[in-house]
């Protein structure tokens, strides 16, 4: 199959530099949008010039500029948007450029999370994101934009190595809290895994107008599980915590307006809450192995 043009949106982000990598490492002629608002960000602008000596092309645009998004757009066929979470509705503006465009056969918004159409009964305020994410989406599909989703669910490096704990993403090293009985299960993705699978996806026509569901069977765990791997890796014995629900939701409320890594976390205590059903629904939308 003829390889494609990407154009990555969030090229410099924590997905957005893995997807811009399998893009290239598969092949494609990989465009990285460069916003003029980055400025003197000197990690970034390097990132960027390291992608460019590895063959990627920079596309100088703005999110608020609409004829430069216009005409990032039309050098290429696929635009995979990996946007930061506080950033969603300015995808808004992507969708229209597209629509404008015409020429994009598959557009990808940053997603690469749950799958929002199934996070209806979500808590405030973490919900936000699953509004926001299904904003976008209506928007590509009043737009007739050719997309496909991708639910990747939870991000291994901020779920595993801290044993799913809060306000750290290292190992607990005596205690470690245990969500309700610890034993429903979780889909953790290696980011680099997820980057690949939504590669893969792009010029893949059963991906087309689809949500892919990444989840490989050795990837699930419950945190009983995740906790006893460790402890053997580690040669030590955790003390468990049982954190029950209403105090679990008790805690959130005098943290989350303050500690956006605790968002992560609530996302991660809805799964655990929810995640039976999402499986089973899984089951019945296309999952696909790629
Ligand atoms: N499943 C999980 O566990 C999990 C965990 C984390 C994130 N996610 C999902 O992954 C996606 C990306 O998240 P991330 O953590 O990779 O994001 P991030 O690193 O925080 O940011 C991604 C990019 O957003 C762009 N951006 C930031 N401010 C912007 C602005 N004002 N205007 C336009 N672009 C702006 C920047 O791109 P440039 O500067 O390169 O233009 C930035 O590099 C989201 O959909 C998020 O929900 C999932």
Redesign the pocket.
Known sequence: MENSKVLV????????RRIVRASLAHGHRTFI?M?P??GLNID?LQLLLSFKAQGALLVEAS?EDHRSLVAAVKQVDVVVS???????L?QIKLVEAIKEAGNIKRFLP????IDPARMGHALEPGRI?FDEKMEIRRAIEEASIPHTYVS????AA??VPNLSQMRTLLPPKEKVHVYGDGNVKVIFMDEDDVATYTIKSIDDPRALNKTIYLRPPENILSQNELIAKWEKLSGEVLERIPIPSDEFLASMEDQMSTDFLVK?FQ?CFILLHFLRNTVKHTCLVGTMVL
């Open positions: 949106v969030g090229g410099t982000g924590y997905i957005g949008l916003r608002e980055i970034k999110m990996a946007i930061s979470g506080r950033h969603f300015l940053s997603e690469f999370g994101t990747a669910n939870c991000f901020f779920f992560h996302f």
